[in-house]
């Protein structure tokens, strides 16, 4: 009886450097977050900024002028305003010229993260946290971590946070970054949530840009920010 001769294939293994390239893709576009915001799944918070902090926070008006901006946005874009507020028989409410009218939660706490169940409730259908507020490496640095072990993007704005003491800024947004939040800026943010120059809110919100544009330029906390 005649031998058939059946080719034998062989498959090329893969190098080990090219398995760990493809295991870390398919990896990667399963777990991939960019962070991106969109407009109806965001929540800005409002962290602390009280009458009491005034003359002792590094930079408290540029903290404030940022807090203006944003609140101006939050009425533009129609984005929930979280506020808080820490032990305020103490420390005083919250900056008077802060316009808190239509915030959705302004509240009282003692525990220095803002993650308390007064302001979980107030979260469903949001993914996405813009945090801003004192003092940066406390009552913001334990709100973004609280968040972010709860599954929240979370993105601090570098020109919205501060402390008492300078030096403790850089820190607390490297242990943000860390920990896998975003530090960012106010104009970033506002113009993520756009989108799009065609959205119906872009003029409004490019006018209140150029109308913050001086205490932008004058914020000295992207000194300290490390961005």
Known sequence: MPRVCVPHLVSTPLPPHALLESAHSIAMSALRNVGRLHQQ??????????????????????????????????????IPLI????????????????????AKINIPKTKFSMYVPEVEKELKNIKSVVLFGIESHVCVLQTALDLLENNYDVHVLADGVSSMNSFEIE???????????????????????????????????????????????????FVKSNI
């Open 171 to 221: 820190p607390a947004l490297n242990r943000v970054r860390s920990a896998g939040g975003y530090v960012t800026t106010s104009e970033s943010v506002l113009f993520q949530l756009l989108g799009d120059s065609e959205h119906k809110e872009f003029k409004k919100i490019s006018n209140l840009v150029k109308q913050t544009k001086e205490a932008t330029a004058g914020n000295k906390l």
């Open 41 to 78: 799944s965001t929540a800005f918070f409002l962290c602390d900024i009280q009458e009491k902090f005034r003359t002792h926070i590094f930079q408290y008006p540029s903290v404030v002028a940022t807090a203006q901006k944003m609140i101006a946005a939050h009425k533009i874009l129609d």
């Open 83 to 102: 506020v808080t507020e820490q032990k305020p028989e103490s420390l005083g409410v919250t900056a008077k010229e802060l316009d808190l009218s239509q």
